[in-house]
């Protein structure tokens, strides 16, 4: 059997390609930069393939599932999303208020860095979330879809760690005066982001609750 036969290729491009617009790897670099700028260059790479895993094992746990763990929980993904949007707002708020002198901690600090905020909420975020699991519909429990599916998934996170992993190169070029400015502005948009997604969540909830009636 062809890889057409096995794989969705409309399904894959929409997937891939919507995926690479939430997760936006060029956006994610300054982010990166900001969180992980006073590591040394192997704990930045160690954190880039971090993150990526933590991202990749969220968004696949969702695809299979999301659905039946929200409901299980009774948890709204206008929920999801807004306690996402509050999590990346308090770290953008520690990157603009924070003390540029403080040296990372540990590994553990290095860990903690590259599972939150970086593989969740940043990468794997609700928009992220949401997009597989729309996609996992879509496939309609097909072969072909589920392909579709896998295969974007893989892909992005390729770029994504790509993106990340490079960037230590960056950060050697920038210095530690131009990560403290990377920081600074990083911050300002993260908390961006942060608002926009709060903002989204609360729009959202209002119109799930004017199309139930509850107000």
Known sequence: MSFSGLVDMALLATTFTTLFVIMDPAGTIPVFLALTGTYSKEDQRRAAVQATITSFGV????????????????????????????????????LLMGHDSAEPDTGDRNVNVALV????????????????MVSV????????????????????????????????????????????IL????????????????MDAVFAFIRSSRLAGMI
């Open 59 to 94: 968004i696949v746990l969702f695809a299979v599932l999301g659905k039946y763990i929200l409901q299980f929980l009774q948890i709204s993904m206008e929920s999801l999303q807004l306690s996402g949007g509050v999590l990346l707002f308090l770290v953008a708020m520690e």
């Open 183 to 198: 920081t600074k502005i990083s911050g300002l948009l993260l908390a961006a982001i942060a608002t926009q997604m709060i």
């Open 137 to 180: 519909n879509q496939g309609g429990n097909t072969v072909p879809g589920w392909g579709a599916v896998v295969v974007a998934v893989v892909l992005m996170h390729v770029v994504m760690w790509a993106t990340m992993r490079f960037s230590v190169e960056l950060s050697r070029f920038l210095g530690k005066g131009g990560v403290m």
């Open 117 to 132: 905020p970086l593989g969740t909420p940043l990468l794997a975020g609700p928009g992220a979330i949401v997009a597989v």
